[in-house]
């Protein structure tokens, strides 16, 4: 039989304390290479606490947090503290703060679809344009482990399903294990094998579905609990482009969904009816 690979990260019984409060105890996860790990729960209840233990900013006051020997890690926060009144392209920008050739920063836009933005100032970048920016300056890097703070914040519905396939491929082309932190409970990405819920302590884990309809789950998130978890699932008939065109299955593309398309969840509810206008 095939030896399953060593994590890529081991947390086991790991917890902070600060001040004399624990911030997070008791957190026992692993990630796998190829493995998607969603960590969710209310807001202060851990999750980026957790994921700096993962990463090694933080040493756990118990319990251990183990990386493998020479793993790459790519951290893509929240939030970055950037001068945007200075002058910066998107092509520079990828090769601020790492040993990254052009030819990697172009091929790590192209996989992300903002190959034709490498010239553009980083001032000017939609939201959901800078968070593609962003996963490119982190897969340049060949990451063994990418962690993402909430990569669809600030972007739209429409955009964070987008976001969430762009995320599924990276991990099947770098075949990297995948932490994503969720800091707002509306969609998980279906791709995801597992889901960590925190309250403190690891609260209920398994696939999105059982999490979805666990007691603790519902315990936790009460009558919100059915609707605030929406696994996301489709089936792949049309894609949406980066320049916000959208190809079909068929090759064609057009400015605008077909009414009849069923890329998003709920019945036609980003869909146009007919009107032309993607909402
Ligand atoms: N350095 C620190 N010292 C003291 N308390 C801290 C420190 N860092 C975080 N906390 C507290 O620990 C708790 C967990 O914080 P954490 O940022 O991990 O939560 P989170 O689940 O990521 O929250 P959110 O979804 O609101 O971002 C919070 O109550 C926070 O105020």
Redesign the pocket.
Known sequence: MLKRPDPLVTLDGAGIC??GRW??RGVSCTVDPGEIVTLI?P???????TAKMALGILKPDEGSAKRRDGLRIAYVPQSLAIDWTLPLAVDRFLRLTGPIGKAEAADALAATGVRHLARAEVRTLSGGEFQRVLLARAIARKPDLLVLDEPVQGVDFTGEIALYELIKSIRDRLNCGVLL?S?DLHVVMAATDRVIC?NGHVCCSGTPTAVASSAEYKALFGARAASTLAVYEHSHDHTHLPDGRVQHADGTITNHCHPGDGHHPGPDALHNKGDGDVR
């Open positions: 600060r001040d911030l997070v729960g807001n202060g209840s851990g999750k980026s606490t932190i800091h925190l």
